[in-house]
């Protein structure tokens, strides 16, 4: 009899936390999974951990060779005996109740593609650093996605039978896969659910590719984040500029521009982008509320600009959040 939940977990070098992985697997309250491993050629000692795995859920592969963390993720995908597939990180912990909530929303509600949860941070000696903060409103996840990928991939779960339609994992892409889904997905209109329990302890640490590759994971979020605007807008020299300068936060031609022609570009991209005046106003409040460059005459114009247009009816707590923070970095 097949698994109801098969739980992928790809795995490079992460000996340190792997066994504090696997035992956080071991507690979760569902009994009906298979957890696959792939291992992407470690060569810390990570692999030999997983070799004295002696439960029948725990599967473990390795690749020939690193091919990269789509590589092994799509691999698991093809692997996978369960119609419902979560992801996990080697370094993370999972939670109790994760695996049991995805599936029991999954299952009860046919529509949806794609659910997550909250995760929370974690340092190397699993000490508490950070709550964070998720979009759980579908409308404005939908927005995140032109800036932003709005899910803790280590929390998803998903339909295999959905993931395998729209072509999985991409393998163009080395750091930021998990983004690039999210947008296909909702670029599909495929219906995807953050819901506000808390799945996984996300790991922050030195050697982390997040950490490590920085740069280039900023540069691929930005070519997701452009196909993702390409996909509704037409985009000029002056928008690519644009898209540039809020995504990698530096553009010279941008920053060389006039306030004025500065504000003109930026009205032009949200008129274009969206239909209502709410999301205009998030939009901005996202950008605005992030370290950048935007000059405060800027921000201010469009800040006072939709929050009168709206007539101060904000009642979503995720815009109020973030509206806060974008008028407290203007003034302090």
């Given at each position: ?205 030195k050697k982390q590719q ?39 936060r530096k553009d010279s ?64 707590k995720e815009i109020i ?12």
């Open positions: 009899m097949n698994p109801k939940v098969t739980i992928i977990v790809p795995v490079f070098n992460t000996v340190k936390y792997l066994l504090k992985c696997i035992k956080s697997i071991e507690k979760i309250n569902f009994d009906s999974y298979e957890v696959l491993f792939i291992d992407n050629c470690s060569t810390d000692g990570s692999y030999e951990i997983l070799k004295k795995i002696k439960s029948k859920k725990f599967k473990i592969y390795k690749n020939k060779k690193n091919f990269g963390q789509s590589y092994s993720l799509n691999k698991g995908i093809n692997l996978a005996r369960s119609p419902y597939i979560a992801i996990m990180d080697s370094d993370d912990i999972c939670l109790k109740n994760r695996i049991k909530d995805s599936y029991n929303f999954l299952k009860n509600n046919p529509n949806y593609s794609l659910v997550a949860g909250t995760s929370n941070l974690i340092d190397e000696n699993d000490r508490l650093t950070k709550i964070r903060r998720f979009t759980h409103d579908i409308n404005l996840i939908k927005c995140r996605i032109f800036l932003d990928n709005p899910i803790s991939h280590t929390t998803v779960m998903f339909r295999k039978n959905i993931i395998k339609q729209i072509g999985g994992y991409s393998q163009n892409l080395k750091f930021t896969q998990d983004f690039d889904l999210i947008s296909r997905l909702i670029n599909n209109n495929k219906n995807i659910k953050i819901l506000e329990k808390s799945f996984t302890l996300v790991r922050k640490h997040s950490y490590q590759f920085s740069k280039k994971q900023n540069l691929e979020r930005y070519k997701i984040v452009r196909e993702n605007i390409a996909n509704k807008i037409k985009i000029d020299s002056n928008l690519f500029n644009l898209v540039k300068f809020f995504v990698l031609n941008f920053e060389n521009l006039t306030v004025k022609d500065q504000i003109l570009i930026l009205d032009r991209f949200l008129n274009s982008i969206f239909k209502k005046d709410i999301f205009k106003l998030y939009f901005c409040t996202l950008i605005f509320s992030q370290p950048n460059n935007f000059r405060i005459r800027l921000k201010l114009y469009f800040i006072t600009k939709y929050v009168f247009i709206n007539k101060f009816l904000i009642f979503e959040f973030r509206l806060g923070k974008s008028l407290f970095k203007i003034f302090f």
